[in-house]
């Protein structure tokens, strides 16, 4: 089984600069989440998809950043403008369904530096 | 205060040492205990699953759920060098996504 695929892997941009990620999930997975994750600190959900539906962006900073979910499979999450303390690794994980909260699977993660 | 706390460590132990790894809660409604292993510049892997309280044994890994203390415990028996890495505990209530621990980074010296 093909794990997430996420890129680039890796990203410096100047602040107030604009970037975008990009995620593919494990085929058939309905759920994808994007999740941030600071250095020294554990990931923080950004954004959750039901399929092409999102179920809680409660913590995603919406003035800057966006995400969608295109067809149900492929997800973008985008900042713009970036700020300094967007530096970090923005993780995308698929799992299979939303009552299932076990059998998530990671992605190695973008690592964004803004200087 | 945070829904998850979790010591950062730095945790450095001999090689075959017995690994103690815990995780406090202030949310009673988290059901779901799972604990997550990160190796640098990797993303986090499943490592075990609990629901609700109890142990779990996996091997030279065993998960512990103490949901009266709102407590959970990662052991890690005979440890290896390989273990090194970040760990991550996990909890849900079940409707939620995962709500992580900052991590506990764990050193095994030969």
């Known amino acids: 089984e093909a794990g997430v695929a996420q890129s680039p892997r890796y990203k410096i941009i100047e602040k107030r600069q604009s970037v975008a990620f990009w995620c593919n999930p494990i085929s058939g997975h309905a759920t994808l989440y994007w999740y941030q994750q600071i250095l020294g600190q554990g990931p923080k959900l950004l954004i959750q998809?039901?399929?092409?539906?999102?179920?809680?962006d409660s913590q995603l900073p919406k003035d800057r950043f966006s995400a969608e979910r295109l067809k149900g499979v492929d997800s973008t999450l985008k900042i713009q403008p970036a700020k300094l303390e967007d530096s970090a690794v923005y993780l995308c994980?698929?799992?299979?369904?939303?009552?299932?909260?076990?059998?998530?699977?990671f992605g190695s993660g973008t690592r964004l530096t803004v200087v | 205060q945070k829904e998850v706390e979790q010591d950062p460590g730095p945790l450095s132990v001999p090689e075959g040492a017995i690994v103690s790894l815990n995780c406090t809660y202030s949310n009673s409604a988290f059901q779901y205990f799972m604990w997550y292993r990160q190796y640098s510049r990797k993303g986090p892997e499943l490592l075990m699953y609990t629901y609700s309280s109890g142990n779990k044994e996996d091997g030279r890994f065993t998960a512990q759920v103490d949901k009266s203390s709102k407590y959970i415990s990662l052991f890690i028996r005979d440890s290896q060098p390989s273990d090194s890495a970040t760990y991550l505990c996990a909890m849900s209530t079940g409707r939620r996504a995962l709500t992580f621990g900052s991590g506990t980074r764990l050193q095994v010296q030969p």
């Open positions: 994980a698929s799992g299979e369904g939303r009552g299932r909260v076990i059998g998530y699977t």
């Open positions: 998809f039901q399929n092409n539906g999102v179920v809680d």
